[in-house]
């Protein structure tokens, strides 16, 4: 069992940063691919970006590339998300989860609680 829980959301504005984090316990997080999704309200949950279990590969959506930066520390069971020249459409409700190295929600078995990001203009 891994509990995932989400820190770093906020209020920015247009063209600023922002970097969440995602603490899991547990003894077995180098062993789960980390993924960040995210849900705007009344849309669909969506991928954003994924790192493999030892981070030596990511991947992320064309929205995201260029702006968006996957991390992780093993040490210290955490990933980090980190999110540059926000955008108003970037805000949502961001997820992180635990599982296999997959685009698509049901590669994961494991979510936090999410953390509200809101981009004003």
């Known amino acids: 069992q891994v509990q995932l829980v989400e820190s770093g959301g906020g209020l920015v504005q247009a063209g600023g940063s922002l970097r969440l984090s995602c603490v899991a316990s547990?003894?077995?997080?180098?062993?789960?691919?980390m993924g960040w999704f995210r849900q705007a309200l009344w849309k669909e949950r969506e991928f954003v970006s994924t790192?493999?279990?030892?981070?030596?590969?990511?991947t992320y959506t064309n929205s995201g590339k260029g702006r968006f930066t996957v991390s992780r520390d093993n040490a210290k069971n955490t990933v980090y998300r980190q999110m540059n020249s926000l955008k108003p459409e970037d805000t949502a409700v961001y997820y992180c989860?635990?599982?296999?190295?997959?685009?698509?929600?049901?590669?994961?078995?494991?979510w936090g609680q999410g953390t509200q990001v809101t981009v004003s203009s």
């Open positions: 790192i493999t279990s030892s981070g030596d590969r990511t």
């Open positions: 547990g003894r077995t997080f180098s062993s789960y691919a």
């Open positions: 989860a635990a599982g296999k190295h997959s685009v698509v929600a049901t590669g994961y078995d494991y």
